[in-house]
Structure formats: structure tokens, C-alpha cells
């Protein structure tokens, strides 16, 4: 499957983005799908997973109550909605697909490239 990020951005504090994730290639339903972010100087790190087919999600304790994981199966395509920014949630993103549950989380198989979000204070 074949991954691309989009909808990076500036925004202020408070603020709002939405990513999107378009997936090309095998069956969009056969995998999980999950989103990641690197910040400068420090290691990547898990935000949100969204299952295959019910649509459960989980996130990152960093982010819950404020960003938002959803799929649009008719459009092979997953979103991340954030909201009430921070300055630390500045980082670049990038989403990521797997068949596998036990590996969403942590080692991803198949990856987009980034797409930068920058929050200013």
C-alpha cells in the first residue's frame, strides 16, 4: 500500500488542522491504519490508531480529548482531526498502514511521507 500525507500546516495555539492520509494500492479495509510524529531532536512517536473495520481508535496520552482518527472507506483515506493545539504537538507527521494489530502501535510495516505542522504560541 502506498501512503500520502497531506494538509500540514501553521497554526496558532488553540488552533485547529486536519490531516489527511490517502492510501493507494491493496485493499484500504485490510489495514490498520495509524498516525506518528517526530519533533526535532527527539525520536518518533505514536499518536492515534484506528482499526479496520469497526472503526475503534486509540490515541497517545498527549493527545487524547483533542485529536481525532477517522476513515473514509469509500475514499481509501484517513484523517486526522486536531484540535486545541499546542506549541509541543509541533512536529512532523506522518501516517502509517499494517495488517496487524499487535504492530500499528509500534513498528508499522508501510509508511507516508511527512507532512510538517507547526504550532506557535
Known amino acids: 500500500v502506498q501512503l500520502q500525507a497531506s494538509g500540514g500546516g501553521s497554526v496558532q495555539a488553540g488552533g485547529s488542522l486536519r490531516l489527511s492520509c490517502a492510501a493507494s494500492?491493496?485493499?484500504?479495509?485490510?489495514?490498520?491504519m495509524g498516525w506518528f510524529r517526530q519533533a526535532l531532536g527527539k525520536e518518533r512517536e505514536f499518536v492515534g490508531a484506528?482499526?479496520?473495520?469497526?472503526?475503534?481508535?486509540s490515541y497517545a496520552d498527549p493527545v487524547k480529548g483533542r485529536f481525532t482518527i477517522s476513515r473514509d472507506r469509500a475514499e481509501n483515506t484517513v484523517y486526522l482531526q486536531m484540535d486545541s493545539l499546542k506549541p509541543e504537538d509541533t512536529a512532523v507527521y506522518y501516517c502509517?498502514?499494517?495488517?496487524?494489530?499487535?504492530?500499528?502501535?509500534?513498528?508499522?510495516?508501510?509508511w507516508g511521507q511527512g507532512t510538517l505542522v507547526t504550532v506557535s504560541s
Open positions: 494500492g491493496r485493499a484500504f479495509s485490510t489495514y490498520y
Open positions: 484506528i482499526s479496520r473495520s469497526l472503526g475503534t481508535t
Open positions: 502509517a498502514a499494517d495488517g496487524n494489530i499487535q504492530t500499528i502501535t509500534t513498528r508499522p510495516t508501510y
